[in-house]
């Protein structure tokens, strides 16, 4: 399978894709340029947010509006302005949030990275709903994608420099994790495991940075498929769409490797694969 470009963005490092079900729009941050960008994959009308930060996630939140992460800062965001949650975390000098999503009960997880990816300072944060955080893991030298199965049972966390995706054992009452196991390794051949998204059947897909293209994971850790992307450093990827069978992956422009041309890289692709996903899940505010 082949994705199409279906928006051919300026993004530097087009990430954390978010279908929002409320207005039918997808919406996804560039990281380095500090920019939330929102289409309506029907007529193509695109908007665009700036910030003065590295803006790394955007995930919907319950009243309406997003909660945004910026260099090490959370906000509420309407829009148009936004409203401090937490203004910084107690982190190295040389880190900042990066991927982050929310799970059924809506908290939000997000984790840290060094900018410059050599050290493993990063850690894993959760927001529970009463405004506290809490530091859940550490060690990570690029803390990435995040997603759970369809019963909650399971948490899967990436590492980007290690090649790994995680699985935990997750108690959704309470936001505990356990049993932290290696569920998949991409050799450096294929590229970094980056952000990642589940379908209503279990699969897990993972986009990959310098591999161009999106494997397809069966729930025992089997490549089932393999999406290719016309672009080298694939970020992420989510399903949306009115019936949220449409797979909508982000992509960056080739910076760090000069010597190819990536002319699609920084695009948005989009595939219908068959699958079908879910809706975002909202922090509950």
């Known amino acids: 399978m ?6 051919a963005s300026e993004c530097s490092l087009a990430e954390g894709p978010l279908w929002d079900c409320r207005t039918n729009r997808l919406y996804w ?7 939330i960008h929102s289409i309506d994959p029907v007529d193509m009308s695109h908007r665009v947010h700036r910030s003065k930060d590295f803006v790394s996630c955007i995930v919907p939140k ?3 509006g997003f909660i945004i992460s910026a260099g090490t800062s959370l906000y509420a965001w309407d829009g148009d302005s936004g409203e401090v949650l937490i203004s910084s975390i107690s982190e190295p000098p040389n880190n900042r949030f990066n991927d982050g999503k929310c799970d059924g009960s809506g908290r939000l997880w997000i984790g840290t990275m060094d900018i410059a990816e050599k050290s493993p300072s990063g850690n894993l944060y959760r927001f529970d709903r009463d405004r506290k955080f809490v530091k859940v893991a550490s060690g990570f030298t690029v803390s990435n994608g995040i997603d759970w199965s369809p019963d909650d049972a399971t948490m ?29 390794k991409i050799p450096p051949e294929k590229g970094f495991p980056d952000g990642i998204t589940v379908d209503s059947e279990g699969n897990l897909y ?3 940075w ?7 994971w069966n729930s025992e850790g089997k490549n089932i498929g393999f999406i290719e992307i016309p672009a080298l450093n694939v970020s992420s ?5 009115p019936d949220l069978e449409d797979l909508y992956i982000t992509t960056a422009k080739n910076y760090d490797n000069r010597e190819r041309a990536d002319t699609n890289g920084g695009g948005i692709f989009s595939i219908r694969t068959g699958a079908k996903g ?8």
């Open 237 to 241: 990827c989510s399903f949306g769409g």
């Open 278 to 285: 879910f809706r975002a899940n909202s922090f509950d505010w």
């Open 156 to 184: 899967y966390h990436v590492d980007s420099p290690s090649g790994c995706v995680y699985s935990y054992d997750f108690e959704p009452s309470t936001g505990v994790l356990s049993n932290r196991q290696i569920f998949v």
């Open 2 to 7: 082949i994705a199409r470009q279906i928006f």
């Open 62 to 64: 319950d009243g309406g």
């Open 29 to 35: 941050v560039d990281i380095l340029k500090g920019s």
């Open 206 to 208: 993972v986009a990959h």
């Open 210 to 216: 310098g591999g161009s293209g999106v494997s397809v």
